[in-house]
Every structure is written in C-alpha cells, then in structure tokens.
C-alpha cells in the first residue's frame, strides 16, 4: 500500500514528464511550445484562485 506522499510525487512526475514529451513533438514540428506549467493553465483559464497562505509564482501573471 503506498503512502499519499508517494502517490502524490508520481502524479507530479508523470505529468512533467508529458509536459516535457509535449514540448519535445511540438519543437520537432518547428513550433514554439506555450507555457505547459500549470500554473499558467490555472491563470488562464481563471481557476487560479490568490490566497495570502500561497502567493503565485514569480513570473505568472494572476486575474485581476
């Protein structure tokens, strides 16, 4: 039985590691991969919600 803490790390690794295959098709295409964190996705899509507990990252722009 695994522990939430181990689950939680390979859900975290599984997902950057399509993150990074994603990036890898799209510049073999010639193309410019967008921001793939998700944090940018969360900003975009509005589902980025601020809280003075957790302040967004450096360099991601929050809805105002």
Same mark, same amino acid.
Do not use: F, K
């Given at each position: 039985?695994?522990?939430?803490?181990?689950?939680?790390?390979?859900?975290?690794?599984? #997902?950057?590691?399509?993150?990074?295959?994603?990036?890898?098709?799209?510049?073999?295409?010639?193309?410019?991969?967008?921001?793939?964190?998700?944090?940018?996705?969360?900003?975009?899509?509005? #589902?980025?919600?601020?809280? #003075?507990?957790? $302040? #967004?990252?450096?360099?991601?722009?929050? $809805?105002?």
């Amino acid at each position: 039985d695994r522990s939430v803490a181990e689950r939680m790390c390979q859900v975290l690794n599984h #997902a950057t590691e399509h993150r990074t295959q994603t990036t890898t098709i799209l510049t073999a295409r010639g193309m410019e991969p967008t921001d793939l964190t998700g944090w940018q996705y969360m900003s975009e899509t509005g #589902a980025y919600a601020e809280s #003075a507990d957790a $302040p #967004a990252p450096s360099g991601v722009d929050t $809805p105002a």
